[in-house]
């Protein structure tokens, strides 16, 4: 495939434990073919820093958890023709809204994490960005295009969809959830 014709792709890390990146990663030689139809534009496995214009598509692993994040997220969807929601934590909070039965404030959840549970030095750091009251969902900030449920998503199933969506076709959930 010529370069002219290559999508603008980019990945999305925000309040994620990585695994759906490195559920992503463990396509292995299929990397190869998704390679050759796409131009990386923007991901934690590059050091671009600002999220580019005209990106035909995005996927976003994690939960929205902070000031930081959601600005970013919003700017993705500007910017991005189609977005995938990857992973539980994107999809439904999943892990990172566990954080949410700590009386909704973030306070408490600081003062959890790096006080009453802290071994040595129990300081809260000035320089976490500012929390949200609660972890959200894509869903509820912004429109989201697909979604591929697990935690992780299984690699196969990850390859389908972004093969499907590469091709210019709208991928078929329905019973892919066990896919691979
Ligand atoms: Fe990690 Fe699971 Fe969340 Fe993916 S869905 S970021 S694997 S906890």
Redesign the pocket.
């Known amino acids: 495939m010529s370069r002219e014709k290559r999508i603008n792709f980019a990945t999305v890390w925000l309040?994620?434990?990585?695994?759906?990146?490195?559920?992503f990663l463990d396509q292995d030689e299929l990397l190869i073919d998704l390679s050759q139809k796409i131009n990386l534009v923007y991901s934690p496995l590059t050091d671009v820093k600002v999220f580019p214009d005209d990106v035909d598509v995005t996927i976003v692993?994690?939960?929205i958890g902070n000031v930081e994040q959601m600005e970013l997220l919003k700017k993705v969807r500007e910017r991005t023709k189609i977005l995938i929601a990857?992973?539980?934590?994107?999809?439904t909070g999943?892990?990172?809204a566990m954080r949410n039965i700590i009386n909704n404030s973030p306070e408490e959840v600081l003062k959890r994490a790096y006080v009453e549970t802290a071994d040595k030095n129990p300081i809260i750091p000035t320089e976490v960005p500012k929390l949200l009251r609660r972890v959200l969902p894509l869903n509820e900030v912004i429109k989201v295009d697909y979604y591929i449920p697990?935690?992780?998503?299984p690699a196969s199933l990850i390859n389908y969809v972004l093969t499907e969506v590469l091709a210019g076709r709208t991928p078929v959930m329905e019973g892919k959830a066990k896919y691979g």
Request: hydrophobic residues 25%; charged residues 10%.
């Open positions: 309040s994620g434990c990585s695994g759906c990146h490195m559920s692993e994690g939960a990857i992973g539980d934590c994107a999809i999943n892990v990172p697990g935690c992780p998503p």
